[in-house]
């Protein structure tokens, strides 16, 4: 039997040395860097997931909000950008941005976001690429990307992908092929559908790019894209308008007050929470679940499989008897929401009337860095984690298998789902496969907060 904890809960040199911990996952201390490209002015739901993303900016560096051309559809479609719309977004933050700080360090000022908000071109498509099409926001995209960072780039793309698209074109067209693929690799890049035809441009000129672009299959209804999961599917009380109204849009204050009611497509007239835009960055949300390099995972942004070159299309995940791909999305909803409850009551109430995520160390973000178990052939493993809680609140563990995570297609269970402690309850032999346990860590604040481990199991290599 091997008995394993948590990384943090053990001396460094002593885990690494008994279980070979790879050295590629980042440090639990760095924040993702976050490019949002937004056709924000149409569907309404891109001030939603903006509203959202900025009650979640200290978990991130927000280093540019590029504006481009509006999402406004049909007749009515007009060639315009309109940053004004997030600056007034972002001028509504400022005023709760004092008291989001009592709750949590590292929300950007008002100010510093506002200098960071450029705008694209007001014209979407490959007829916009190419000489003279150079924007402030395809610049300054190449401007980030060159930054002396050992960080990857994350660019979430909520409308169309023009300006990154005309960076890419620049950048090949000055530089040399050494120097394209050096740029490239800076990038990640998490697309919202093909909503203009630089999309699938960019998926076939650049197939190297860490490209995840989540759209329904071909010929398919297109709700059906696992982005969908973020409205449609599991529990849709959580996205209702009775739940918008009491937890954001009322006595919560100004920036809560702008979030939008009702959006294009909402799937019934009782429902008012849409934002597929928003799992693009929830992607990169550290909360101990996902990891950004490792799509097939799964998080709150969904689970993804490699479909040509490096990019990720959407996977299907089985849940409570439905298996499709806005599952990956909808699983973790109840944990989404109630983190976004409870930021908006950051916006308004003091730190002493409000609850915050449990912590490892102090630290409540982990970046997603898993524990890695190396399992000789037959054996068991006893799995343990724990964490605190900063306002004293009792903590309730949940252990699952995350079989699509993983590789093993084997009969694993575990020996409990509660406590800080479990294990396999049978030996497995591996071989070449994996398996994946998650341990969910719940306070009993109000509302519940969630944070994430996951343990990797592999076939110990002689």
Known sequence: MIRIGCPWLLPVALFAAALGVCGEFASAADKPR?????????????????????????????????????????????????????????????????????????????????????????????????????????????????????????????????????????????????????????????????????????????????????????????????????????????????????????NHGPLGAMYPAQTWTAPNPHSALKEGDTPSWLYFLPVGLGHPDYPEWGGWGGRFVKVAGNRYGDSADAVDGTSDARASVWRWREAAQNEFQARMDWCAVPKEKANHPPTSDGVSTLAGVPTKIAVPPNATVDLHWKVEDPDGDEVRYRWFIYREAGTYTGQAELRSTEGNVTGLAKPIDLQDQTLHVICAATDTGTPPLTRYHRFILSAERK
Not at 42 to 59: F, Y
Not at 114 to 120: C, P
């Open 34 to 250: 976050l490019v949002v490209l937004t056709d924000i002015g149409g569907d309404p739901d891109d001030t939603q997931s903006l509203i959202r993303l900025l009650v979640h900016a200290n978990e991130f560096d927000i280093e540019a909000l590029i504006v481009s051309a509006s999402g406004t559809p049909g007749e009515l479609k007009k060639d315009i950008v309109q940053p004004n719309l997030i600056r007034s977004v972002v001028e509504a933050y400022g005023k709760v941005q004092p008291n989001l700080n009592l709750h949590a360090e590292g929300f950007p000022t008002a100010d510093e976001l506002l200098a960071r908000i450029h705008s694209g071109n007001p014209h979407r498509g490959q007829m916009s690429i190419g000489e003279g099409h150079d924007t402030e926001g395809s610049r300054k995209i190449i401007e980030l990307a060159d930054r002396d960072d050992d960080r990857p780039l994350n660019i979430t793309i909520w409308g169309g992908s023009t300006e990154l698209a005309q960076a890419l074109w620049r950048v090949r067209n000055d530089r040399s092929p050494d120097e394209l693929k050096k740029f490239v690799a800076r990038l990640r890049v998490y697309t919202i559908s093909y909503q203009d035809d630089t999309g699938g441009w960019i998926a076939e000129q650049f197939p190297e790019l860490f490209y995840i672009a989540s759209v329904a299959p071909p010929g398919r209804d297109k709700r059906e894209a696992a982005y969908r999961g973020m409205y449609l599917g599991g529990d849709e009380r959580l996205t209702s308008r009775e739940w918008l109204d009491e937890h954001v849009r009322r």
